[in-house]
């Protein structure tokens, strides 16, 4: 079902299954001889959600190869690799905004990501998390069932971003006028190019000189025919998918077009960025290369933006 303006979802439909897939690829990236990242919370949350599909992949009972066709652009092996290398770029970042003396942080959309109870936070950070209501009922209780504890002061936010989530930030304790780590971790793909600029506008004017923020870039223009390559590559990793039992489709789910690219906005408005590519973190974690083909070359475009904001 095409996106509208006042959809809705939660763990096992639409955007909301995303943030299930995405943990089910945190589950797979963790295991191994000598796995990139440590979730041991992706594998069980996976469970809990209940969509079958997700929870034979996270398990190791559906293989990556089952799924994706050779040197797949689109497709759960590479997003697997690109899961593993995003994870550890946002783990980083929260631990370098922390060892500088940051001790407030907020997560944007943070789905079943579980930062907040994984993560050594430092002593007096409090962790803000913002997603829909019955997402982050979903995984408090869910975790909280688990025996898990947060490992800073976690407060949850329950409201969509298209509300306005600026105030209930505020409410539930958030104070704009100390240094703030935030991130918008695989989620502006999922905003019209407006909303992205609101929500980029919205973290500026809420942060103090010296704040932090990390997001996630991908292509700013598609060509027409481009843009039909790319939509026929996801028609086909969700067929792949739906012959599995599953049906996702990602086309639906994204807007693509023109918009304005992530870090130049962010650096017209104060920000000193550094950038780095997925070719170059996932070179330096030893793994493969997203092709260079006519339906990967724009996916091979996605950068990985952080920047501190100047006084």
Known sequence: MARTDNDTWDLASSVGATATMVA???????????????????EPLVRAVGVDFFTRLAG????????????????MA??????AVRTKFFDEFFEDAGSAGIRQAVILASGLDARSYRLAW??????????????????????????AEPTAELRCV?????????????????????????????LLGYLP???????????????????RVAVESGPTSTAPEDREKMLERMQEAAQRWREHGFELDFA?????????????????????????????????????QLPD?????????????SGILES
Request: glycine share 10%; with cysteine.
């Open 252 to 288: 639906e789910l994204v807007y693509i077009g023109d918009r304005n690219e992530a870090g130049g906005y962010l650096s017209d408005r104060g920000w000193r960025l550094t950038r780095r590519t997925v070719g170059e973190l996932l070179a330096a974690s030893g793994l493969p």
């Open 78 to 83: 590479r997003m697997t690799d690109n899961m």
């Open 122 to 147: 430092p002593a007096g950070m409090t962790v803000y998390e913002i997603d829909q209501p019955e997402v982050i009922a979903f995984k408090s209780r869910t975790l909280a069932e688990f025996g």
């Open 193 to 211: 190019p407006e909303a992205q600029d609101n929500l980029l506008d919205t973290i500026t004017e809420l942060s103090a000189p010296g704040s």
């Open 60 to 75: 190791g009972d559906l293989k990556l190869e089952d799924l994706d066709a050779d040197n797949a652009a689109v497709g």
């Open 158 to 186: 329950s409201i969509d971003l298209r509300f306005d989530w600026p105030a209930a930030l505020k409410e539930a304790g958030f104070d704009p006028a100390v240094p703030t780590a935030w991130s918008a971790e695989g």
């Open 24 to 42: 089910a690829a945190r589950a797979i990236a963790s295991t191994g001889d000598d796995p990139l990242i440590c979730d041991p919370y992706a």
């Open 293 to 305: 083909d006519e339906g990967g070359a724009h996916f091979s475009e996605l950068q990985y933006v």
